[in-house]
T-cell receptor
Framework: KAGVTQTPRYLIKTRGQQVTLSCSPI?????VSWYQQTPGQGLQFLFE???????NKGNFPGRFSGRQFSNSRSEMNVSTLELGDSALYLC??????????FGPGTRLLVL | GESVGLHLPTLSVQEGDNSIINCAYS??????FIWYKQESGKGPQFIID?????DKRQGQRVTVLLNKTVKHLSLQIAATQPGDSAVYFC???????????FGKGTKLSVIP
């Protein structure tokens, strides 16, 4: 069974731009979560979606948003990029509530 | 200003020895715990999990111990191999929530 896939793997943007990242969960998994990983803050929860509904949201500004489609694929968007948004963005999927399986991440560099 | 990165605790072990990685979790209401391994350039990889109604669980070469009294989790790796070199994270799930809260991580270096 294929794992979680994320596209693109690497991205370079400039301040003020916006970016959309994509995640395809493991087949049969309906929950998708997003995390931001930085050297300074570690792994931090962004939001979680199940059946196209956001069930939980972390402590991030409104510039960070997401959505989930009927096929469980998910996208996250960051608008008005700041230098501090440079990070590895990780997507995880799960069938049950707890056990989350991660993709390889999208490394975003904001210049 | 200058950003300060996380100074990960580092554990160096000789190949073939056993490793013990510790984690203090934050919420006494958490009911599910997971250990992840993250290699450079990759996403976290699931290793083993344990529910709060258990105090020990064993996998292949790995054992997780849970002490709810002191909110402590440990991961034991038997016969550590060079391929075990990575950063290890513990994560907790609060009952009824839909998110994992991660610890800061421990870097394991295996000396051949």
């Amino acid at each position: 069974k294929a794992g979680v896939t994320q596209t693109p793997r690497y991205l370079i943007k400039t301040r003020g731009q916006q970016v959309t990242l994509s995640c395809s969960p493991i087949s049969g998994h309906r929950s998708v979560s997003w995390y931001q990983q930085t050297p300074g803050q570690g792994l931090q929860f962004l939001f979680e979606y199940f059946s196209e509904t956001q069930r939980n949201k972390g402590n991030f500004p409104g510039r960070f948003s997401g959505r989930q489609f009927s096929n469980s694929r998910s996208e996250m968007n960051v608008s008005t990029l700041e230098l501090g948004d440079s990070a590895l963005y990780l997507c995880a999927s799960s069938r049950r509530q707890e056990t989350q399986y991660f993709g390889p991440g999208t490394r975003l560099l904001v210049l | 200003g200058e950003s300060v990165g996380l100074h990960l605790p580092t554990l160096s072990v000789q190949e073939g020895d056993n490793s013990i990685i510790n984690c203090a979790y934050s919420n006494s209401a958490s009911d599910y715990f997971i250990w992840y391994k993250q290699e450079s350039g990759k996403g976290p990889q699931f290793i083993i999990d344990i529910r709060s109604n258990m105090d020990k669980r064993q996998g292949q070469r790995v054992t997780v111990l849970l002490n709810k009294t002191v909110k402590h989790l440990s991961l034991q790796i038997a016969a550590t191999q060079p391929g075990d070199s990575a950063v290890y994270f513990c994560a907790e799930n609060l009952a009824g929530s839909y998110q994992l809260t991660f610890g800061k991580g421990t870097k394991l270096s295996v000396i051949p």
